[in-house]
């Protein structure tokens, strides 16, 4: 059953796109008065079909592709039909005259052709359109983090800060605070910012930085101001017994949920929450208890409450003596730069190269800002601090295409936690949906226009090509994951599929319409023998790349193929 939904999915998915791509041609033929005989969607024997007017609609055996039969086509530029048979209804007759393909101006032509791919670009605005018109909230436009050394700290940002506008814009959600700073590095913006009941500004300049693609080898820079919507969980770190909070019952990765009765969501709830004048604090706490069960040693969060003497005043974190959870080590990967280095699991990172760590995404970032090492940590361990350096080397990865690439890693995870604000209405959901989906389908054909160029150029391999089975398992894999993803596959695919017609390979669209660029310089048709010819050649390049595809196809999927049969 799990195979006949995923064939399923596979045809709706294909049969859109080739629908869209068809109904281009079609469109713009009718458009400008050619005749349509068929209108196919799938090649070889017609399963299905109905005719209205002068065009028959069919369904075809097979659903790899589809075809606008019209009054013209061909390399001779006929009909290819025997005008002396009457009752052919593809014959061509006295009424249809200017109604061939070839009967049109050179831009007419140009337009029918260029219809399809065209569509397949466009389609995806609708997609995307629809998918973003389903977003009735956004992440609030809260400041959860701040890097440390970013101009976002230099300008005094805060956790708990709200940003209101960037130079003029008014923001509603974190994303369009990311719009308004990525596109402008190095441009001094006004921000407004709200803090508590207090407003104010800043003026803060997004720094440049290194946006890599890692499958494509390309480089963008986008400005960055160092901040994130995402706050520090209330867990805490490794209890130091001489601290005001050792001699009480804490221990490592409680979750502090109440102060005093106060509700804590956030670690900086407890940095601003002060001791009361009693002098006394209650805590609510959740602690992991292991449970054995038949399915092994579960953890089950149990309550916890203590109460503990402070200092009246004082910020609860402090007054505790208690530490986030966020930059203690909690695994290393064996064979690593930090295994190799010696970062052990416990370890609480406190600085690298002399400079305070603030986050555990300071420590993410640093194969991406600096992986030149070697790099110093000083580590809190068995209440020591010991320097523990640590030398990135590359390492070789696999994308999903079987590609094989590079990278820096230091090989270590974290015991954290994340959480964002409440999410807040989405204001203009109409016009927001429609920017977002032209933005987002720009930037998806730019991506896909340079990965077509960098396989031409040598810089990606060949073996990321893929064929009817990659789509297949795009389709079944997106559709399990949910409409949405189905969605956003299906506009990719589209794209992809506008991009290589418009290559320059002749039986393509953009083999006739460099055909017909030739034609408008050179004041002259091609003959009929060198377009046979070239659709020849044309015919063959397509049928290495499709066994090219295929290949590939087989490549990814090897090992399952040899599990039919029994070998590992």
Known sequence: MGALKDILFFIILLGVLIFVHELGHFVWAKIFGVKVFKFSLGFGRKLVGFRRGETEYLISAIPLGGYVKMLGEGPEGGDGVDASVPDDPEARRPEDAGRALTDKPLWQRAVIIVGGPAMNLVFPILIYFVVFLGRDTL??????????????????LQPGDVILEVDGAAVHGFEDVVAEVQDRPGERLEFRIRRGDEEFTRAITPAP???VIPILGFVNEVGRIGVSPYYRAPILGPIDPAAPAGPLDLQPFDEIVAVDGRRIRRHIDLERLRVGPAGTIDVGLLRGAPVLTGLGTLFVAEAVRLSARATAGAPVDRALGVTTSDLVVSRVRPGSAADRGG?????????????????????????????????????????????VTVDLQPETWRDPLGQEHQRFSLGVGGYTRSLTDDPVPNPN???RAFFGAFNETRDVIRLTALGFAAIFQGRVGVDTIGGPVLIFDVAAQSAEAGAVSFLWAMALISINLGILNLLPIPILDGGQLLFFAVEA????????????RAQFVGLVLILALVALALRNDIARRWSDILGLFGCN
């Open 429 to 431: 959901r109409v016009s």
């Open 521 to 532: 310089a050179r004041r002259k048709p091609f003959s009929r023998k060198f377009k046979e």
């Open 209 to 211: 930085t290194e946006e």
């Open 343 to 387: 970062l052990r699991v416990g370890d609480r990172l406190l600085r690298l190269d002399g400079k305070p760590l603030a986050t555990w995404l300071d420590v993410q970032l640093v194969p991406e800002r600096d992986a030149a090492g070697p790099h110093t940590f000083v580590v809190a361990r068995d209440g020591r601090e010991l320097p």
């Open 139 to 156: 992440l609030p436009a809260s400041v959860g983090t701040v890097l440390a050394g970013t101009p976002a700290a230099e300008a005094g």
